[in-house]
Nanobody, 129 residues
Framework: QVQLVESGGGLVQAGGSLTLSCRVY?????????????MGWFRHVPGKEREFISG???????SYGDSVKGRFTISRNNANMTMSLQMNSLKPDDTAVYYC??????????????????WGQGTQVTVSS
């Protein structure tokens, strides 16, 4: 069982950049939470379904949603128990609450919101035009 805490959201102008971070807290003495889970980022806009943004498997395979390919970069630091999302060339359509997520490793690097076992609390990203 892990706990996820996001940080790094905020307000940015279109074309700008932000970096989101997700800290993984393990509730057992063995700190394998970030290593043994598939990790990913989702975003949610009111009135729409939660959207898959990017994921990274336990073996390091990476996937991106079509809307962010070429602009966003996911990374994971197992030693620091953190996952990051570098967001470049931001657009107003990127405005949403962004969530860190952990899922069973069987899902690989691309998974749906139904596959998620643990969610972070979310962090707001607002892109002004």
């Amino acid at each position: 069982q892990v706990q996820l805490v996001e940080s790094g959201g905020g307000l940015v102008q279109a074309g700008g950049s932000l970096t989101l971070s997700c800290r993984v807290y393990e509730r057992t003495p063995v700190r394998w939470g970030i290593i043994r889970n598939a990790m990913g980022w989702f975003r949610h806009v009111p009135g729409k379904e939660r959207e898959f943004i990017s994921g990274i498997s336990v073996t390091g395979v990476i996937s991106y949603g079509d809307s962010v390919k070429g602009r966003f970069t996911i990374s994971r630091n197992n030693a620091n128990m953190t996952m990051s999302l570098q967001m470049n060339s931001l657009k107003p359509d990127d405005t949403a609450v962004y969530y860190c997520a952990a899922a069973s490793p069987i899902h690989g690097s691309s998974f749906s919101s139904r596959d998620v076992d643990t969610w972070g609390q979310g962090t707001q990203v607002t892109v002004s035009s």
